[in-house]
Nanobody
Framework: QVQLVESGGGSMQPGGSLRLSCAAS???????MGWYRQAPGKQRELVAT???????NYADFVKGRFTISRDNAKNTVYLHMNNLRPEDVGVYYC????????????WGQGTQVTVSS
């Protein structure tokens, strides 16, 4: 069973920056890693993903502000968040998808991001 451990959440003023990290206990047959978020009273939504081939995908509301990156040696994915806005508030979840004959999906426990002045 793969475990994902997130870190880096916290509180920041609008316009500030945070970096989220997600370390996987192991990765085999990686398809993608990514970040989703869930704001209070809303459904979980995709923020950004990166595939095993390093292709990235971003939600429109973070394009130009957030960057996803991966450190293969550390089994870690990062989300660099710049120019944070109040609407970026939420719990950010790490996601891992592996594919080998079957698809397996794993989630982290979530890390809170708060943006307020």
């Amino acid at each position: 069973q793969v475990q994902l451990v997130e870190s880096g959440g916290g509180s920041m003023q609008p316009g500030g920056s945070l970096r989220l990290s997600c370390a996987a206990s192991s990765i085999f047959n990686l398809y993608s890693m990514g970040w989703y978020r869930q704001a209070p009273g809303k459904q979980r939504e995709l923020v950004a993903t990166v595939t095993s081939g390093e292709s990235t995908n971003y939600a429109d509301f973070v394009k130009g502000r957030f960057t996803i990156s991966r450190d293969n040696a550390k089994n870690t994915v990062y989300l660099h968040m710049n120019n944070l806005r109040p609407e970026d508030v939420g719990v950010y979840y790490c996601n891992l998808i592996t594919i080998r004959y079957v698809t397996n999906e794993y989630w982290g426990q979530g890390t809170q991001v708060t943006v307020s002045s």
